[in-house]
């Protein structure tokens, strides 16, 4: 009860940080470029074109290959588990307009759109096939007031249990959700997902590597998003996906004011800069690259997050 109240007062605190995490740009690899009006450029524009309606047509995951020998092109598309095929459509038509724009001739380029799509492309196969960078990583300046010795056992328990059920998914999702309460006013929040091509195996140290990255950064923070080419964490102290369970929400009583928002920080590494995160992290201050384009299509999404819960009755838990 008291974990739903504190969570649709930070509904303001959601809206804040799915804008900000639209900061991501899209990566642009250097792996080669085509030139304008080629067979791969069109193969390319093709396939761009084919994924808003594939990926939305087929549960959120798609992936496909066009063209012949130098001339294939390979794609892959995912929304986030808890998307509608309509917000699936936005997010990945948003998400391939972005590539286009940003990454006009490279063979290869790949973006999360916000937190809530992935569009990759590339001259050759990249399915099935790890890869843990780059990583784009956010965390809620907020700080957790509480033991954290004893927050720490109910997060990295929760963290454990998601992470092995989004990781036992199918080969067409492999994504988690899960709560624990800890004390009376606190409620985590964690949502997990692999490309559902990866094994069980890769998607498992893809996110226990993203929640131990996320940790040893950030412990005592109230929030945290790590998006890596093949999986996808975030966990917070309110409710940012749709879940779904009988008792998604009922409705409650106005919530007390807030205190000031989190601010959000932005901590972005590329390809090649080591493992040291602190060291070589770019640290990049909310709203230094927002791109309204994708903050509207967020915004969609969170349309259809806050209708739902406005609509949704059921029996807390
Ligand atoms: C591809 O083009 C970009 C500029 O658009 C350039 O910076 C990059 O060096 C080129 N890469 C290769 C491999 O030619
Ligand atoms: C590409 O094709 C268009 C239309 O056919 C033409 O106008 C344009 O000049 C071509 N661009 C290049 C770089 O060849
Ligand atoms: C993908 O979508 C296009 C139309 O947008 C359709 O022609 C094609 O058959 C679809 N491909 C698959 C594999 O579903
Ligand atoms: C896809 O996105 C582009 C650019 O944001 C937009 O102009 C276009 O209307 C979108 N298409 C659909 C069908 O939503
Ligand atoms: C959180 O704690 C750090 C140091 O422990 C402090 O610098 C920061 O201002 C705190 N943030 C908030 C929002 O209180
Ligand atoms: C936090 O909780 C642990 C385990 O319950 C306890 O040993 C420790 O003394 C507590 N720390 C503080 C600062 O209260
Ligand atoms: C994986 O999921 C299946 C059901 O889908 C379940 O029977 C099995 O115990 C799960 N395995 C693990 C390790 O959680
Ligand atoms: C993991 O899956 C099992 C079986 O499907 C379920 O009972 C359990 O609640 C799940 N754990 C979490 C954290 O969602
Ligand atoms: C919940 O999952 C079931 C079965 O996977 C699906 O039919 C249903 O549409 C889902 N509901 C929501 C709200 O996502």
Redesign the pocket.
């Known amino acids: 009860m008291w974990g739903k109240l504190k969570a649709r007062s930070s509904i303001l605190s959601f809206l804040l940080m799915s804008v900000s995490l639209v900061a991501a740009a899209p990566r642009c690899y250097d792996t080669g470029n085509f030139t304008t009006n080629s067979t791969y450029a069109k193969n390319r524009d093709l396939m761009l074109a084919s994924l808003p309606s594939n990926a939305s047509a087929s549960g959120g995951f798609f992936t496909n290959n066009v063209g012949l020998n130098s001339d294939q092109v390979y794609a892959l598309a995912m929304c986030r588990g808890d998307h509608t095929p309509d917000a699936c459509y936005?997010c990945v038509?948003?998400s391939t307009?972005e590539l286009m724009a940003n990454c006009p001739n490279q063979k290869e380029a790949s973006a999360w759109t916000g937190d809530y799509c992935l569009v990759h492309y590339a001259d050759h196969s990249f399915f099935g096939t790890l890869e843990l960078e780059p990583t784009v990583r956010l965390y809620n300046t907020g700080n957790i007031t509480s033991n954290l010795t004893e927050f720490g056992t109910v997060w990295t328990s929760l963290m454990d249990r998601v992470a092995r059920n989004a990781s036992n998914g199918s080969s067409g999702l492999k994504y988690a959700t899960g709560e624990a309460d800890f004390e009376v006013f606190v409620r985590i929040y964690a949502l997990m997902q692999c490309t559902p091509d990866l094994s069980m195996w890769d998607c498992d140290s893809c996110l226990r590597l993203s929640a131990g990255s996320y940790e040893r950064c950030c412990h005592g923070k109230g929030g945290g998003v790590v998006q890596k080419p093949n999986c996808y964490f975030r966990w917070d102290l309110y409710p940012f996906y749709v879940s779904n369970a009988s008792t998604t929400a009922s409705l409650s009583p106005p919530p007390p004011p807030a205190s000031a928002p989190p601010q959000l920080v932005v901590s972005q590494t590329r390809k090649g800069e080591g493992s040291d995160e602190q060291k070589t992290s770019l640290w990049v201050p909310l709203g230094a690259s927002l791109s309204a384009?994708l903050g509207l299509a967020l915004f969609s999404a969170c349309g259809v997050f806050i209708w739902r819960r406005r609509n949704s009755q059921g029996v807390d838990h």
């Open positions: 936005r038509n948003s307009y384009a």
